[in-house]
C-alpha cells in the first residue's frame, strides 16, 4: 500500500531534550515536506527536499533541521524543542511537478512542556 | 503579504445543497499548481483537486469542481450536493517556484474554511 509513514504519532516532552521525527514514504517520490499545524495558521511550511541531499527553508525553518540522506526518508530534527514548537506535525511526499499533490502521514502531535 | 487567502473561517450549509468556499492566490510566476485538501475531524488530508495555471477549463472530480479565475487570483471549491460527510476543515494550497531557483518548489497553504453540513 502507498503511504507516508510517520513516528511517532504522539509525543510530549521537555523544554532542551533533543527529538526526532521520522518520516518514510514507499512511493519513490522525489519531493518531501514537512508542515506544521496550529489553529488559526493553517498549514506552514518547515523544510523541503526536492531529492536526495537537496534540501531549503520553507515559511518557518527557525528551530529545525533536516536531512535527506535517502529517497525514501526525511526526518525532522528538533535540537533543542521549545514550548513554542508544540503542534502537529505532517510530513508528505510527492512527485516533482506543480500539478503534483502532496500525499500526507497521519500526523505527529507534539507536546513540548 | 499572504500567499493564499481564505476568507470564510466557517461556513454552514445544509444537506443537498451547493455551497462555495473562497480562495484567493498572490503569486508572480506563470506556472503554478493549485490545490484542495479536506481535513476532517480525523486529522487525516485528504487531497481532492487540482487546477493549473495553464489550464483553461475550471477542473471537476465528482461533486467537487474548481472555479478558476486566473485574472482575479481566485480558486473556489464548490461542493454541490453537500452530504454530511463534507463537514470538515478545507484548505486551498499553492505550489510554486521558491525564489531564483525555478527547480525549487514551495507550497503554501490557507488558513482554512470549516465547513458544517447540517441535515
Given at each position: 500500500?502507498?503511504?507516508?509513514?510517520?513516528?511517532?504519532?504522539?509525543?510530549?516532552?521537555?523544554?532542551?531534550?533533543?527529538?526526532?521525527?521520522?518520516?518514510?514514504?514507499?512511493?519513490?517520490h522525489?519531493?518531501?515536506?514537512?508542515?506544521?499545524?496550529?489553529?488559526?495558521?493553517?498549514?506552514r511550511?518547515?523544510?523541503?527536499?526536492?531529492?536526495?541531499?537537496?534540501?531549503?527553508?520553507?515559511?518557518?525553518?527557525e528551530?529545525?533541521?533536516?536531512?535527506?540522506?535517502?529517497?525514501r526518508?526525511?526526518?525532522?530534527?528538533?535540537?533543542?524543542?521549545?514550548?513554542?514548537?508544540?503542534?502537529?506535525?505532517?510530513?508528505?511526499?510527492?512527485?516533482?511537478?506543480?500539478?503534483?499533490?502532496?500525499?500526507?502521514?497521519?500526523?505527529?502531535?507534539?507536546?513540548?512542556? | 503579504?499572504?500567499?493564499?487567502?481564505?476568507?470564510?473561517?466557517?461556513?454552514f450549509?445544509?444537506?443537498?445543497?451547493?455551497?462555495?468556499?473562497?480562495?484567493?492566490?498572490?503569486?508572480?510566476?506563470?506556472?503554478?499548481?493549485?490545490?484542495?485538501?479536506?481535513?476532517?475531524?480525523?486529522?487525516?488530508?485528504?487531497?481532492?483537486?487540482?487546477?493549473?495555471?495553464y489550464?483553461?477549463?475550471?477542473?471537476?472530480?465528482?461533486?467537487?469542481?474548481?472555479?478558476?479565475?486566473?485574472?482575479?487570483?481566485?480558486?473556489?471549491?464548490?461542493?454541490?450536493?453537500?452530504?454530511?460527510?463534507?463537514?470538515?476543515?478545507?484548505?486551498?494550497?499553492?505550489?510554486?517556484?521558491?525564489?531564483?531557483?525555478?527547480?525549487?518548489?514551495?507550497?503554501?497553504?490557507?488558513?482554512?474554511?470549516?465547513?458544517?453540513?447540517?441535515?
Open positions: 500500500e502507498a503511504q507516508v509513514t510517520q513516528n511517532p504519532r504522539y509525543l510530549i516532552t521537555v523544554t532542551g531534550k533533543k527529538l526526532t521525527v521520522t518520516c518514510s514514504q514507499n512511493m519513490n522525489e519531493y518531501m515536506s514537512w508542515y506544521r499545524q496550529d489553529p488559526g495558521l493553517g498549514l511550511q518547515i523544510y523541503y527536499s526536492m531529492n536526495v541531499e537537496v534540501t531549503d527553508k520553507g515559511d518557518v525553518p528551530g529545525y533541521k533536516v536531512s535527506r540522506k535517502e529517497k526518508n526525511f526526518p525532522l530534527i528538533l535540537e533543542s524543542p521549545s514550548p513554542n514548537q508544540t503542534s502537529l506535525y505532517f510530513c508528505a511526499s510527492s512527485k516533482r511537478g506543480f500539478n503534483q499533490p502532496q500525499h500526507f502521514g497521519d500526523g505527529t502531535r507534539l507536546s513540548i512542556l | 503579504a499572504q500567499k493564499i487567502t481564505q476568507t470564510q473561517p466557517g461556513m450549509v445544509q444537506e443537498k445543497e451547493a455551497v462555495t468556499l473562497d480562495c484567493t492566490y498572490d503569486t508572480s510566476d506563470q506556472s503554478y499548481g493549485l490545490f484542495w485538501y479536506k481535513q476532517p475531524s480525523s486529522g487525516e488530508m485528504i487531497f481532492l483537486i487540482y487546477q493549473g495555471s489550464d483553461e477549463q475550471n477542473a471537476t472530480e465528482g461533486r467537487y469542481s474548481l472555479n478558476f479565475q486566473k485574472a482575479r487570483k481566485s480558486a473556489n471549491l464548490v461542493i454541490s450536493a453537500s452530504q454530511l460527510g463534507d463537514s470538515a476543515m478545507y484548505f486551498c494550497a499553492m505550489r510554486e517556484s521558491s525564489g531564483e531557483n525555478t527547480g525549487f518548489q514551495k507550497l503554501v497553504f490557507g488558513t482554512g474554511t470549516r465547513l458544517l453540513v447540517s441535515p
